[in-house]
């Protein structure tokens, strides 16, 4: 009688395990695409220096407007001269790190894969002279870049376009290309 009541019990068990009811996230058919995260790594570069980086931040509903925080560095040591007077010039091995805020606007042209891109970076800079204690200037930039855009699936985008970095040193070209590729890293939609 006891294996009886413990089979029926056991049954009766998996019967309402089975009868479970699942409900599908339906938020997207009522509020639209959620608001998403962004990663991204990216790189201003030139003939004469580079910094490279990775953005991190939020994309809104529409999947237009990209609020980011951002910390690039010289991926090497940049050889700069630095003139102390009469003829007299210092050259130093310098690091350079970037960490800042940016905020990004995308338009889709008529083809949904295709794009233009507007971004305003504003960074903190500060470097290092390597093998001294002398620091090279730092401070507060705005790194505006506009470019074009491709969709790359449901959720990545490729960026390429024109970025105009001043790095506080002197003799230094200021207008570099800028190369990006991120994507949304939670579920889109």
Do not use: C
Not at 14 to 36: I, N, S
Not at 105 to 127: D, I
Request: net charge positive; aromatic share 18%.
């Amino acid at each position: 009688m006891r294996l009886i009541i413990n089979t029926f019990i056991g049954f009766w068990f998996l019967t309402a395990a089975a009868q479970e009811v699942v409900v599908e996230d339906r938020y997207d058919e009522v509020f639209g695409l959620k608001p998403a995260f962004y990663l991204g790594l990216r790189s201003d570069l030139n003939m004469e220096d580079a910094a490279l980086g990775m953005e991190a931040g939020l994309m809104n509903k529409a999947r237009n407007i990209n609020l980011f925080t951002t910390f690039d560095a010289r991926p090497f040591r940049k050889k700069t001269l630095e003139y102390r007077g009469n003829n007299v010039f210092y050259q130093y091995p310098e690091e350079r790190y970037y960490l800042g805020l940016g905020a990004e606007y995308l338009q889709r042209f008529e083809s949904a894969r295709l794009g233009a891109f507007a971004q305003l970076n504003g960074v903190y800079t500060w470097g290092v002279y390597g093998g001294t204690e002398r620091k090279p200037p730092n401070g507060w930039m705005a790194i505006p870049r506009f470019g074009l855009f491709k969709k790359v699936g449901d959720s990545a985008f490729l960026k390429l376009g024109y970025s105009y970095f001043d790095t506080r040193t002197n003799k230094l070209e200021k207008h570099r290309f800028f190369l990006s590729f991120g994507g949304l890293i939670t579920r889109n939609g």
